[in-house]
């Protein structure tokens, strides 16, 4: 089956969320999606899609600058950034 990006609506959206912590791998593993992501993408209510992710790690701030320009190029869909943040424990 043939990958299909979503695209958002607006201009900017920045949303916090929470990793969920999943005992069968021991790891923080299980992203929560908030409700500004949801009524962004609203094809993410379809109960009978499938839907994955795609996620791209660059070390360098230069790498992912050609990436972004050769998506540009190609007209591609806007990347979503995130960041993994270790909250502090209150």
């Not at 609506?9 to 992501?37: A, N, P």
């Not at 009978?48 to 992710?53: A, I, K, L, M, T």
Request: contains cysteine; positive net charge; hydrophobic residues 35%.
């Amino acid at each position: 089956m043939e990958e299909q990006i979503l695209r958002p609506r607006r201009d900017r959206v920045e949303v916090k969320g929470k990793l969920s912590y999943r005992e069968s791998t021991h790891s923080w593993c299980f992203l929560r999606l908030g409700k500004e992501i949801i009524s962004e993408f609203p094809q993410l209510k379809e109960r009978v899609s499938g839907f994955g992710y795609k996620m791209i790690f660059y070390h360098e701030f230069n790498d992912i600058e050609k990436f972004i320009r050769k998506l540009k190029r190609e007209g591609e869909a806007v990347p979503i950034l995130m960041w993994l943040v270790k909250e502090k424990n209150q």
